[in-house]
């Protein structure tokens, strides 16, 4: 080890009250269930504002069925596994939808800095939970799930960024406001 590597302390254990590991793995597939959820409706607002003859119409297109994949899976996780969904679905039905829709209305930059700042949020938070699951052990398969999918979030944020979202005008304002309500949304989901 070197002297400038920095050492990060393990995931801990649930604490008392939080529940049992095998609860905080459920908590983990509904909020991330919920979170694939939203990201297919903003993908869908944008591309329906943006229209099929927009030049990054067919780069949403590729990012959305991406989505459409991440959530499949954690839809039959859910089933699988009996973890019960967030009752805050139709919530993320409306409000993934208006802001991709939204922020698509306000131009395709706007639109790449919501991909941006959501994809941002989404790759710290699936880093989070796959320490935890590593530190844990016996989730190989659902750590492993969530490593592909956590880069695949990591690529779409690289493609907004690369397609001009921080050229937005106002970026850092609508940045910040789309990730404060993204981490909103993932701590209601984990618990609702």
Not at 85 to 107: D, E, F, N, S
Request: with cysteine.
């Amino acid at each position: 080890m070197s002297d400038h590597e920095i050492i990060k302390p393990k995931p801990p254990l649930p604490l008392p009250g939080e529940g049992s590991q095998t609860d905080a793995i459920k908590s983990m597939i509904r909020v991330d269930q919920a979170g694939e959820f939203g990201a297919v409706r903003i993908y869908k607002g944008q591309m329906d504002v943006l229209g099929e003859t927009h030049p990054d119409y067919e780069t949403i297109k590729h990012m959305a069925a991406q989505e459409d994949v991440h959530l499949e899976k954690f839809n039959s996780l859910i089933a699988e596994r009996g973890v019960r969904p967030t009752i805050l679905a139709p919530l993320w039905h409306v409000a993934g939808y208006a802001l991709g829709a939204g922020t698509a209305l306000l131009g395709p930059k706007a639109a790449m800095a919501c991909t941006a700042a959501v994809e941002e949020v989404i790759d710290a938070h699936y880093e989070e939970q796959r320490e935890k699951l590593e530190h844990w052990g016996g989730e190989e398969e659902l750590s492993g799930t969530i490593k592909q999918f956590q880069a695949e979030e990591v690529e779409h944020r690289d493609i907004a960024i690369e397609k001009g979202a921080k050229n937005t005008p106002g970026y850092r304002l609508l940045s910040d406001m789309i990730k404060v309500g993204c981490r909103s949304a993932i701590w209601l989901s984990k618990r609702v």
